[in-house]
């Protein structure tokens, strides 16, 4: 099973909520006259809902809107617990038209939740249009917002349901590098199969890792950039500025010092001012702003 750091996550978006019991009437019972609200009655130190959880959302999100989800911690709205009988977490019930309609306990199969969530849609007379896409997409808005927490789970369930998926084994990594997880980011990306290490998708979150380890141990921009200055010849401080900079957030300015470096000196260290450019290029959007202007200034350079 893929995993991530560890922590709670907040559902984001509309489709899923943090419910109390002063909205469960409207977000619950009132919701469920139009679309099934499938209840989610969890607890921090619960292990098995952390399983649960993330799964039963992304089963949700999947569904694109033919159902929504609340989700109800037991320690802060014990009465409503109470009322609907909660004996044991995880608790899942689903409402229709104000009315609990089916449910289970306990942590099950990502196969199993998908064919409750299936079953709960096709009761309530709805259609499942949606899909692991749009489970995805919401994922990437969580991660972001600054989500990582959420982001990952929502992933890490999404490859519980389909491993064939670029898409969530790079958003995977890329939640556990926000997460600052690098051990971890970088164990779930030799997970990746072998067939999909050239997807866009991986070979960014794998840019991504790289150049997050070469922050751990990036010196002080300030120092580098006096030792350029005193000595431009000095190539490794170029590099090593370029590197630094990257990690205080200037990916614009580390193009820059790579560039003059690639100018002055092409082949040094097997290409390295060729090889860093490219790892950034890699690990942004290739729409960044960043990407296509250093792009086109290393063809120039290229080809002058």
């Known amino acids: 099973m893929l995993e991530l ?3 709670s ?7 899923i909520k943090d419910v109390t019991e002063a909205t469960f009437m409207q977000e619950v019972v009132e919701a469920s006259q139009t679309v099934p609200v499938i209840v989610d009655f969890w607890a921090p130190w619960c292990g098995p809902c ?8 992304a ?6 809107g ?20 909660v004996q044991s977490i995880p608790t899942v019930y689903a409402f229709w038209q104000g009315q609990p309609i089916d449910g289970f306990q306990g942590a099950v199969p990502p196969s199993e939740i998908e064919e409750f969530v299936k079953r709960v849609v096709e009761t309530s007379g709805g259609e499942m249009d949606g899909g692991l896409d749009d489970a995805i997409a919401a994922a990437e808005e969580m991660l972001e917002a600054g989500d990582a927490q959420g982001a990952g789970e929502t992933f890490a369930a999404i490859l519980e349901q389909d491993q064939t998926l670029a898409a969530a084994f790079g958003g995977l990594v890329r939640a556990n590098i926000a997460m600052e997880a690098l051990d971890q980011a970088e164990a779930i990306l030799q997970q990746t199969p072998e067939d999909m290490m050239d997807a866009p998708e991986v070979e960014a979150a794998r840019a991504q890792l790289e150049l997050a380890r ?19 010849d000095d190539y490794q401080a170029r590099l090593d500025l370029a590197q630094a900079l990257h990690a205080s957030g200037d990916a614009e300015g580390a193009v820059t010092e790579l560039l003059n470096l690639f100018r002055l000196d092409r082949e040094w260290n097997d290409g ?3 090889t860093q450019l490219f790892t950034i290029f890699d690990a942004l959007p290739a729409n960044d702003p960043v990407v296509l202007n250093g792009r086109r200034k290393l063809s120039s350079l290229i080809f002058a």
Not at 9 to 15: E, F, K, T
Not at 50 to 57: C, I, S, V, W, Y
Not at 215 to 231: F, K
């Open 214 to 232: 070469q922050a751990e141990t990036a010196g002080p921009v300030a120092e580098l950039r006096a030792a350029v200055e005193a000595n431009p």
């Open 66 to 85: 033919a159902v929504k989800m609340a989700k109800v911690n037991v320690d802060e709205n014990q009465m409503i617990a109470g009322q609907l009988r």
């Open 50 to 57: 952390k399983t649960l959880g993330p799964a039963l959302e």
């Open 59 to 64: 089963a949700v999100t999947a569904a694109g």
């Open 9 to 15: 996550a907040a559902p984001a978006g509309d489709l």
């Open 5 to 7: 750091g560890q922590g």
């Open 272 to 274: 390295a001012a060729k």
